[in-house]
Nanobody, 122 residues
Framework: VQLQASGGGLVQAGGSLRLSCVVS????????MGWFRQAPGKEREFVAA????????LYADSVKGRFTISRDNAKNALYLQMNSLKPEDTAVYYC????????????????WGQGTQVTVSS
């Protein structure tokens, strides 16, 4: 299973970005999906997760109300709509897939994308 994240870039505070993640390879698997991020000098942290059907989502408190996770299983794609961006959202964002239940813990995810850089200027 390969995950390819894209959509990162440089944006001013208050702006928006939409990240995408395309899953290829064993796409017939039933995966929960998530987004994590890692800022320089910090540990990787959970951002959001979504179940296979999209019926349940999880969000970190720091992004709740600003970010929206969604997926399109017909396109094997995962999205993260990020609004009202803040400088503290600056990080490399990673998409991940789990064969288990969705979780806020990175170790529970089996497959990872390469990351896409998001930089928010003040």
């Amino acid at each position: 299973v390969q995950l390819q994240a894209s959509g990162g870039g440089l944006v001013q505070a208050g702006g928006s970005l939409r990240l995408s993640c395309v899953v290829s390879g064993r796409t017939g698997g039933r995966y929960g999906m998530g987004w994590f991020r890692q800022a320089p000098g910090k540990e990787r942290e959970f951002v959001a997760a979504i179940t296979l059907t999209g019926s349940r989502t999880l969000y970190a408190d720091s992004v709740k109300g600003r970010f929206t996770i969604s997926r399109d299983n017909a396109k094997n794609a995962l999205y993260l709509q990020m609004n009202s961006l803040k400088p503290e959202d600056t990080a490399v964002y990673y998409c991940a897939a789990t064969i288990s239940v969705i979780s806020t813990t990175a170790i529970e995810y089996n497959y990872w994308g390469q990351g896409t850089q998001v930089t928010v200027s003040s």
